[in-house]
T-cell receptor, first 115, second 111 residues
Framework: DTGVSQDPRHKITKRGQNVTFRCDPI?????LYWYRQTLGQGPEFLTY????????KSRLLSDRFSAERPKGSFSTLEIQRTEQGDSAMYLC?????????????FGAGSRLTVL | QQQVKQSPQSLIVQKGGISIINCAYE??????FPWYQQFPGKGPALLIA?????SEKKEGRFTISFNKSAKQFSLHIMDSQPGDSATYFC??????????FGEGTQLTVNP
């Protein structure tokens, strides 16, 4: 148990459909990150929240992607009009500052397959 | 400027051998260099990390060597075990900022 719960773990959808992923931190963390990981690649930053404020978004996050963290606890990542190129693992991570270092704890991820 | 380049892409080592994975970076503002380990179906998990004010950090069988002038750092796994078979990612960040990850190295340790 990493302290980060992600749901669903797997999602298969048809191109053009909307999908939503949820991240639930088990403990209190100020910062929450979303990363995307494609097969054989390292995680790529998408966006992060400081409490409920979305402070940074990657250029990877097209206008079809939206993320929210309404009460500063759980977060959702929605992809509208999915494309085959959206197939990836979507990882949520919590941040803990240790001596000024940004230590990330990742959830197990939500794997998206777009047919 | 934000890239972290990792090699090799894959590595096969015999049980008991030494596994070495290398990373290089460009951004001299990076001041935190962690290594993450990822097993299939799991998210990456922090393995070990180093700051640029030291040249080496050791935790059990895992050692990070850091060369600030060359802008390179490496992970050494001593006495590699089959249970170490996983994908390893180096990463880097500036103080408190988001992590930038390398492309990953798939390590296989044969029994």
């Amino acid at each position: 148990d990493t302290g980060v719960s992600q749901d669903p773990r797997h999602k298969i959808t048809k191109r053009g459909q909307n999908v939503t992923f949820r991240c639930d931190p088990i403990s209190e963390h100020n910062r929450l990150y979303w990363y995307r990981q494609t097969l054989g690649q390292g995680p790529e930053f998408l966006t992060y929240f400081q409490n409920e404020a979305q402070l940074e978004k990657s250029r990877l996050l097209s206008d079809r992607f939206s993320a929210e963290r309404p009460k500063g606890s759980f977060s959702t990542l929605e992809i509208q009009r999915t494309e085959q190129g959206d197939s990836a693992m979507y990882l949520c991570a919590l941040s803990l500052s240790v001596s000024g270092a940004n230590v990330l704890t990742f959830g197990a991820g939500s794997r998206l397959t777009v047919l | 400027q934000q890239q972290v380049k990792q090699s090799p892409q894959s590595l096969i080592v015999q049980k008991g051998g030494i596994s070495i994975i290398n990373c290089a970076y460009e951004n001299t503002a990076f001041d935190y260099f962690p290594w993450y380990q990822q097993f299939p179906g799991k998210g990456p998990a922090l393995l070990i990390a180093i700051r640029p004010d030291v040249s080496e950090k050791k935790e059990g069988r895992f050692t990070i060597s850091f060369n600030k002038s060359a802008k390179q750092f490496s992970l050494h796994i001593m006495d590699s075990q089959p249970g170490d078979s996983a994908t390893y990612f180096c990463a880097a960040s500036t103080s408190g900022s988001r992590l930038t990850f390398g492309e990953g190295t798939q390590l296989t340790v044969n029994p």
